[in-house]
């Protein structure tokens, strides 16, 4: 048991590690004309509003449980966090959002660690925000959806 945390902790180490050698590409990070500050002040505030919810969920989740439970309970919503940010980065945008490949899934090197997200818009995804906001928005929906799963089976396994 002890033996595959190691493993996986140093999978994400080296997925972190990689991001520091990602070429800079300073062309996505000046601001694009189409941007609509009322929409990325919005965006923004319904980010932050998403994120506050997933402490609340284990919260919730943790007056539901037995005493004993409600530590475990509410890492289970930390933990998926920390982890589900990783992955979303890494290669779960381009998964969601990259090209497609057979009507499926989207392609993972598309975006793969964030390349080409930036302050630019796509008229696809986000014609009036910053694609980063876009990306960071969806990812706040990727973390809080294992928390609603680890709390519903919790004292039910």
């Known amino acids: 048991?002890?033996?595959r945390w190691i493993i996986l902790m140093a999978i994400l180490i080296v997925i972190s590690?990689?991001?520091l050698f990602a070429p800079e590409q300073p062309e996505l990070w000046t601001v694009d004309s189409n941007v609509n500050n009322a929409d990325v002040a919005w965006m923004i505030t319904a980010t932050i509003?998403?994120?506050m919810m997933t402490p609340g969920l284990s919260l919730f989740?943790?007056?539901m449980v037995?005493?004993?439970n409600v530590i475990s309970t509410i890492l289970q919503s930390f933990i998926a966090m920390g982890?589900?940010?990783?992955?979303w980065v890494v290669f779960g945008f381009s998964l969601a959002f990259g090209d497609d490949i057979g009507s499926f899934?989207?392609?993972p090197a598309t975006f793969f660690m964030f390349d080409g997200v930036g302050a630019k818009t796509d008229p696809l995804l986000a014609p009036t925000i910053p694609l980063a906001l876009f990306a960071l928005f969806q990812m706040k929906f990727a973390i809080i959806t294992p928390?609603?799963?680890?709390?519903?089976?919790?004292?039910?396994?």
């Open 1 to 3: 048991m002890k033996k």
């Open 147 to 157: 928390s609603l799963i680890t709390g519903s089976f919790a004292e039910r396994v």
């Open 83 to 87: 982890v589900i940010s990783i992955i």
């Open 66 to 68: 037995r005493q004993k």
């Open 49 to 51: 509003f998403v994120l």
């Open 61 to 63: 989740y943790g007056g």
């Open 17 to 19: 590690v990689m991001g």
């Open 105 to 107: 899934v989207g392609n």
